[in-house]
């Protein structure tokens, strides 16, 4: 007789971000001021939140 299976849950997929959301956050977070986001959209926390590196040219 074979084993009953258990109902497993799914995992909820991660949201989904533009990187032009995310630079707006990160301006809601630093109040408008561009050196502020720049240091956190390039953070390394950052880099290790998104699994990548951002880099801006401008």
Same mark, same amino acid.
């Given at each position: 007789?074979?084993?009953?299976?258990?109902?497993?849950?799914?995992? !909820?997929?991660?949201?989904?971000?533009? &990187?032009?959301? #995310?630079?707006?956050? =990160?301006?809601? @977070? !630093?109040?408008?001021?561009?050196?502020? &986001?720049?240091? #956190?959209?390039?953070? =390394?926390?950052? @880099?290790?939140?998104?699994?990548?590196?951002? &880099?801006?040219?401008?």
């Amino acid at each position: 007789m074979p084993a009953p299976r258990r109902a497993t849950q799914r995992k !909820a997929s991660p949201a989904l971000l533009t &990187v032009g959301e #995310l630079i707006a956050a =990160a301006f809601d @977070t !630093a109040g408008g001021e561009s050196v502020e &986001v720049l240091k #956190l959209v390039t953070s =390394a926390q950052m @880099t290790r939140a998104l699994g990548r590196r951002i &880099v801006l040219v401008g």
